[in-house]
């Protein structure tokens, strides 16, 4: 299994970019993925992630109705839309997966890793 992401930069604090990640591998759709960040000096967070098993779509609270994960099965890519981005939201955004169906925030639970995309916020 390999995971891609891609789709990071530099934004204004207010505005928005969509993250892309590319899973190959997986024999079936119903695979969880997960968006999780990382900060300087910080421990990497859930972000958010959807449950194939489920399909149920978790997201931690600092998101406030900002971000939304998508799938589109028919291209093997998740998609985080990230609005309103806000100057405490810059970090390396990895997308993640598993053949199961892992709690959200046990990152050790998770299988599979990308390699990450940066997310700069800035006037």
């Known amino acids: 299994v390999q995971l891609q992401a891609s789709g990071g930069g530099l934004v204004q604090p207010g505005g928005s970019l969509r993250l892309s990640c590319i899973v190959s591998g997986f024999t079936s759709d119903d695979y969880s993925v997960g968006w999780f960040r990382q900060a300087p000096g910080k421990e990497r967070e859930t972000v958010s992630c959807?449950?194939?098993?489920?399909?149920?779509?978790y997201y931690a609270d600092f998101v406030e109705g900002r971000f939304i994960l998508s799938r589109d099965i028919a291209k093997n890519t998740v998609y985080l839309q990230m609005n309103s981005l806000k100057t405490e939201d810059p970090a390396v955004y990895y997308c993640?997966?598993?053949?199961?169906?892992?709690?959200?925030?046990?990152?050790?639970?998770?299988?599979?890793w990308g390699q990450g995309t940066q997310v700069t916020v800035s006037s």
């Open positions: 959807f449950s194939g098993s489920t399909g149920s779509t």
């Open positions: 993640a997966s598993d053949r199961w169906n892992p709690d959200p925030l046990d990152l050790s639970l998770w299988d599979y």
